[in-house]
């Protein structure tokens, strides 16, 4: 089991950038893929990008070339640098945790949210 909690969001002029934070209350080595996913007004939660333990990352094609996940194991922390930020990327952002070596069989755990805004 693991506790997440997102930090770093706010509200940014669009072509801005914004680190998010993901900070696990255990030790994330061994967590098979960290991700983050976002959710506007009446649209579906989708991925944005996520890690492997491994360090194999997989990005949206709408975020490619401007964000960047990347996960600090010593700190049990994974972050999300946001760049040329659009209004489009407006939403909550979620931290996610799949816990398990069998993926189908994988546990999922979610962090609150933090809300990402940005002005035209």
């Known amino acids: 089991q693991v506790q997440l909690v997102e930090s770093g969001g706010g509200l940014v002029q669009a072509g801005g950038s914004l680190r998010l934070s993901c900070a696990a209350s255990?030790?994330?080595?061994?967590?098979?893929?960290m991700g983050w996913y976002r959710q506007a007004p009446g649209n579906q939660r989708e991925l944005v990008a996520a890690?492997?333990?491994?360090?194999?990352?997989n990005y949206a094609d709408s975020v490619k070339g401007r964000f960047t996940i990347s996960r600090d194991n010593a700190k049990n922390t994974v972050y999300l640098q946001m760049n040329s930020l659009k209004s489009d990327d407006t939403a909550v952002y979620y931290c996610k945790a799949e816990i398990g070596i069998i993926t189908i069989t994988r546990k999922h755990y979610w962090g609150q949210g933090t809300q990402v805004t940005v002005s035209s």
């Open positions: 255990r030790s994330i080595f061994s967590i098979n893929v």
């Open positions: 890690v492997t333990s491994g360090g194999s990352t």
